[in-house]
């Protein structure tokens, strides 16, 4: 059995349910949401 799981969602969904945990992280969850998605559009993982 293969198991394959889209990263995006998965780091939107963790990403979601920090900020409505603790809403003061807001800047830093969209900042390393951002680095992220451009370290992995670097390493050629296109979204």
Not at 4 to 22: D, F, R, W
Request: hydrophobic share 65%; aromatic share 8%.
């Amino acid at each position: 059995m293969n198991i394959q799981i889209e990263l995006v969602p998965l780091i939107s969904l963790a990403a979601g349910i920090a900020i409505l945990v603790v809403p003061k992280l807001l800047n830093y969850i969209v900042a390393i949401y951002l680095i992220v998605l451009g370290v992995l559009g670097l390493l050629g993982y296109g979204f």
